[in-house]
């Protein structure tokens, strides 16, 4: 089958520069930190560049290997090396240093670029005089092979302008589309990205660098008013349900897309299927529009200038409905493959249906015509596979196993046990002993893509066989995942919330520090997931590959420096040092200890930096305070140590929001700003404390308070005296950075919470010129409204300007737990991103 439609040839840059002919003043390209270019400025940056790279010896047939992430600047390049007549090699610098040496060795580049070179301003700012073919070459993608080598693939201009044409109609993209720059760089996706953007005069988004899934990917459609967008199925399952009111195209591709995701996604939006090996110019056929309820989607018929066939062994066509090969041909084939006319001559044959001469490639993809007259994808008639939207070889992956000194023979499948979830299984069998799973992983990791990475690797005594001697695919055992048992606990705050990520992508109960991510089940689509949440949440910098090369929660931490290095003790104490703006400072409750702040960390974003104090003395060793102005003084000269100037970010629950107070009338009192004050739950003291019948807290109230801390349900407590063992071992059994604590430790908790106690009977608050958010805990009271109002009356007379209430459906002691704290955290958030708390903040 074929469109029928024909389009005049044009290059890949040709479409670019219709449109700084058109609308020279409109955005081409928007990245992170507001980097923003015109299409008239992008096309300055480019030309000059292309003069550049002209005078360095680059011309037609020549290749440019651009060794540069996803960003504004490989945008930039790629359109150079086009107009200076070459074609350019993307190489994903997150590849392994031996996957990077390799392909840049088989391609033979005129030139490597691994930044953008600083530029003569005598250079030209109109494009080089260069003849350029629509056959000349204009990208090289490397794929995967099975002799164990990537083989690239050389994509010519001529099937440009079909592509182009079917995809701006399908997908209704015009000037006014922002387009996500979602793929990486390396993928033939990328090339629809810019022909999408550049071919209907719409902006090319580029997203902060990282891998792109789940909250990361969400906030990213939404704070970047994303319209249009190629997003593979395995990503986009990771987006949690949300408004999207901007993003109305989304094309689904690169792997089989379930009939979940459409029922999910198609609502509301111009939903599209597209289909195509590297082998043809990035899509091959698209589908229509996707609706909810249609079932497993087509992936549809040819684009312009495509033909389509679907033919059985003998290369004659099938009927409707019956299984086939699908043979793609017409202008937006490939040339073959980058040196190695044997292997292009093996998959591109002769094309018996179309004009003499031409060839069609064989897609090793079974399937079928439908009675609308769509294609429907089946499977595969070999070993190779698609994940994550990247097509692999499976033999590829078995060579490089193969090598490694333990292993005497392998096999890796692609299992699907739950449905819609791919995951690579090696099944080995060891040349001696017993298999050391982490040395054959990183061994693999250090030469493939992450995505290439067995999630899971199963040792057995043999590879079951058939009768005919063949691998029995369906005698390997599912790799079911092994439970962590009760292993070390989190060594801190860090720590505990890296294992509560951990467990969220795992959708298991418990992670330990030195359980494996993939042994617990994880894979290539969930260590992309988990480094999206790491990145939101502790605003750490991490490749995917980070989770490959430190898999456990205690090599992970020690690689990101978040570890135990301290005793969790630290006066100041670093809960995510990471972050550009102004720092939200933390200040303990009663019992001293700011561990529990850490769940502040999922909502308040990675861009403000979290710390928190702590008292001293709960290392047994210091002196412990004696007023809440001795403390507050020592907390100023903290804070300022981080943050020498304001505007400051406060926050303290419940004994630590007087000490906030205070710290805020010493900052104000020395000319500094307070930009918020933040109460959870505090009122000030009164005379009526003084009364005869006021009584500190006992022993048992302290380390009530401490076991309330872990959530341990203080009912199953017995009466009387709590032994510090007894209290020790709950905590250790409770999966908390305070299962660190000795008993010396629960000892110097008791004394601080109850010296505290005693200082917050006896503080008086000075006036705070300056406003106050004050967070109300409702439960325990029948009247919340009474109790708010009181709370603002009793806080009235120490603060100057507005008081803002927020009630918090939460007791007093668990308004750090995790739900009142998304809560308590979202308000923050919204009051740290005000205008009014901006300057600097």
Known sequence: ASSGRVCEPVTLHGLFERWVERTPDAVAVTGDEGVSLSFAELEV??????????AEGVGPEGVVALVLPRSVDIVVAQLAVLKAGAAYLPVDPEYPQDRIDYMLADASPVLVLRELPALDAELPDVKPDVEIDVDGAAYVIYTSGSTGRPKGVVVSHRGIAGFAAGLVERCEAGPESRVLQFASPSFDASVLELVMAFGSGGALVVPPPGPLAGDVLAKVLVEREVSHALIPPAALASVPDGEFPLFRSLIVGGDATSAELVDRWAPGRLMVNAYGPTESTVAASMS??????MGVPPIGGPVPGTSTYVLDTSLRPVAPGVAGELYVAGSGLARGYLGRPGLTAERFVADPYGPAGSRMYRTGDVVR??????????????DQVKVRGFRIELGEIETVLARHESVARVAVVVREDRPGIKRLVAYVVPATGALDTTAVRAHVAAALPDYMVPSAFVSLDALPLTVNGKLDRKALPAPGPELPDAGRGPRSAQEEVLCGLFADVLKV?????????FELGGDSITSIQLVSRIRSVLGVKLSNRGIFETPTVAQLSDKLGTGADGDGFEVLLP????????????????????????SLLKAVSAEYPLYGLQARGLDAKEPIATSVEEMAADYVEQIRRIQPAGPYHLVGWSFGALVAHEIATLLTGAGERVALLANLDQTPYDDSWEDDDYALPTERDVLETLLDFVGYDLAELPEGPLEHKRVMEIIRGRDSALGSLEEENITAFMKVGINNHELSARYRPRGFDGELLLFVSTVGTDDPAGKTADSVAA??????GDITTHPVHAHHGHLLQPEPAAEIGRVLLERLAAPHTAPGA
Request: proline residues 6%.
């Open 575 to 598: 809960l995510r040092p990471g972050g550009d703006r102004a720092p939200l400072f933390c200040v303990h409750g009663a019992g001293g200890l700011s561990w529990p702040y850490a």
């Open 369 to 382: 015509w439908s009675r609308k007259g769509e294609l429907e994808y089946l499977g595969r008639s070999d």
């Open 45 to 54: 940056r480019a030309n000059r560049l292309a003069h550049w790279l002209r």
């Open 795 to 800: 806080w009235r007379p120490h603060v100057t």
């Open 509 to 517: 109960d418990r992670v330990g520090i030195d359980d494996s991510f």
């Open 288 to 293: 229509g529009r996707l609706e909810a309820g």
